[in-house]
């Protein structure tokens, strides 16, 4: 079964309380989820494969350690992902970008994909699925099945706030993707939204209602 980990940093429970509040504006929410996202990314990518090597300081020379392991990808879920690229990209500049495009039927809540464009190498590289919401999880399922399609091999998933059934949902489909989650949330309503929640992250984000 894949690991699931919860962030419990003070830093992002005191911005993600201030996202959930309904009267927080686009703004701010905005900004907020690329702090929460930049944050998330730096605990995601602590078991990063390093190698030694030899550095020549204005001192003397010395032996540090650099990135040596699989190149990252990140790859948001259309649209609300796209909320979370520019805080990965902040920490991994280098990290290249894919896309899938997956909207979930309002009726049946079933996910349905309309664009995905990976990096040529994305087979060889650690590959960061993100979106604020993980809810019945057939989204970031969906998503994590196209990209493994694709032949990738190795994939994290990074969500602002999941509900218990997403996460098991996604557990039992990919028990080989390790979850990261800020918030950990109690159900879903009848409507599969996450309770509390913090209603739609693609409307909030964009302003589209
Ligand atoms: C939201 C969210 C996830 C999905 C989660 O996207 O960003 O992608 O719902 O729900 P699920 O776990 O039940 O699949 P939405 O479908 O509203 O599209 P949007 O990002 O374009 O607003
Ligand atoms: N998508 C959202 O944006 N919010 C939810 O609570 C569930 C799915």
């Known amino acids: 079964m894949s690991n699931l980990v919860v962030f419990d940093h003070p830093l992002i429970q005191h911005k993600l309380s201030i996202m959930r509040d309904k009267n927080t504006g686009v703004k701010e929410f905005r900004e907020l989820l690329e ?75 079933e996910p349905v994909e309309y664009y995905c464009k990976l990096p040529a190498d994305s087979t060889e590289r650690e590959i960061i699925v993100v979106d604020p919401m993980l809810a019945t999880g057939g989204s970031a399922s969906a998503a994590i099945s196209f990209i493994k399609q694709r032949g990738c091999t190795h994939i994290r998933l990074v969500n602002l706030i999941a509900a218990p059934e997403g996460v098991k949902r996604v557990q039992e489909d990919h028990p080989d993707v390790d979850i990261f989650v800020a918030g950990l949330d109690s159900h879903l309503n009848d409507h599969g939204y996450i309770v509390p929640g913090l209603g739609d992250a693609g409307d909030r984000l964009f302003g589209t209602k």
Do not use: F, W
């Open 35 to 109: 702090e929460i996202a930049m944050l998330m990314i730096y605990e995601v990518t602590r078991n990063l494969e390093t190698e030694e090597v030899e550095v020549e300081t204005p001192i003397c020379k010395c032996k540090c350690r650099k990135l040596s392991g699989r190149k990252l990808a990140v790859v948001p879920i259309l649209r609300a992902g796209l909320g979370m690229v520019d805080g990965v990209l902040n920490m991994v500049p280098a990290a290249k970008v894919g896309h899938i495009g997956l909207y979930r039927d309002p009726q049946t809540l």
